[in-house]
């Protein structure tokens, strides 16, 4: 038997005041939520803040609503039951807890957790037999429906177009500056650093295996050097860059991914054909990395062509040179 799972409740066997309970620890938990999201984006994002506040200040007077009716047919003692002790029951994804969460994602969060509440408390009104239950989940369903409208006047009252374009803005600002700026750095650097090192090798020794050794060392050693080194020369407070985490993980992937590119097609045995796949990799990667410069960094597409091709068609040379002598 699966631990945990033993103990939980079904709902079908809920008394009437066990789902009050639940519904009032679950407008605490939901009002909670909002409050820690609009606590992140009070700084960067207030419009967005104060459609959070308010949702929670809707959750708030729900479980105040719901508080009162049970006061008035069970009394004052209201039992301890949430959302884990109820097998089948909406679960929450914890992720509030993570940091930098995106605005888009929250909003999305939020949304699913409205809708989720809604669709649970009509479907368990439908399968209840018993009167009293059914006309308190439809109560609840209701609730959770209209807090859904609820959500809507709020964006339309803190977050107009003009406002909601401005936050949009913001936050694709921050997605380039946190990760793709660092990813396009590390592609480039891993991309181009090491056709030297694998052609000269590949050149040198006509050895398909030596050479996707020697290719995977470079690829994984520039991935680490590059991101430790975009973690710790910037903690973005400052420049607001964003967590140097995500920064060096996305700088130090995409190098390894673009090293280990044109490294991995000599892991077939022939040399010319592990050779020539190798040189289509390099042709689309350096032509990915204008493409990616071209639509995130706003480079004109000829400019960043020019510039990766011609750099990488240099230390392309550079290695078959050095190899080959």
């Given amino acids: 038997m699966i631990p945990g799972l033993a103990s939980r409740r079904r ?7 066990e789902i009050l309970a639940l519904a009032i620890s679950s407008e605490e938990d939901d009002a909670s939520i909002y409050r820690t999201y609009a606590q992140r984006l009070r700084a960067d994002y207030p419009a967005s803040a104060q459609v959070f506040d308010g949702m929670a200040a809707e959750e708030d007077d729900h479980r105040r609503r719901l508080i009162e009716v049970h006061r008035a047919r069970f009394g004052e003692v209201i039992p301890l039951i949430r959302r884990e ?5 909406y679960a929450r994804r914890p992720v509030w807890l993570m940091e930098n969460l995106s605005l888009e994602r929250m909003r999305a969060e939020a949304e ?25 989940l439809g109560d609840l369903a209701a609730a959770e429906q209209g807090h859904e409208v609820r959500a809507g006047e709020l964006v339309a009252t803190h977050l107009d177009a003009e406002e909601k374009g401005k936050e949009d803005r913001a936050a694709h600002r921050q997605f380039i500056l ?25 050149f040198a020794t006509q050895n398909t295996w030596t050479t996707f050794l020697v290719g995977a060392a470079a690829s994984v050693g520039a991935g680490i050097s590059m991101g430790f080194t975009e973690a710790a020369h910037d903690d973005g407070v400052l420049s607001g860059r964003g967590s140097p985490f995500k920064r060096g993980l996305a700088s130090g992937v995409m190098t390894t991914l673009g090293g280990m590119g044109h490294a991995l097609p000599y892991l077939i045995p022939d040399f010319w054909t592990a050779t020539s796949v190798a040189m289509v990799v390099v042709f689309v990667e350096l032509w990915a990395i204008a493409w990616i410069q071209n639509r995130f960094m706003e480079t004109p597409f000829l400019r960043a062509a020019l510039q990766v091709v011609l750099g ?13 002598g």
Avoid at 184 to 202: K, N, Q, R
């Fill in 11 to 17: 709902f079908s066997d809920l008394s009437e005041q």
């Fill in 85 to 89: 002790h109820v097998a089948g029951f």
């Fill in 112 to 136: 699913a957790m409205e809708h989720e509440a809604a669709k649970f408390y009509t479907a368990a009104a439908q399968h209840s037999t018993d009167a009293a239950a059914r006309r308190l």
């Fill in 178 to 202: 946190t990760w793709v700026q660092p990813g396009l750095a590390g592609l480039m650097d891993g991309s181009v650093s090491t056709l030297a090192p694998i052609f000269a090798t590949a």
């Fill in 312 to 324: 990488g068609a240099l230390v392309f040379a550079a290695g078959v040179l050095i190899g080959g």
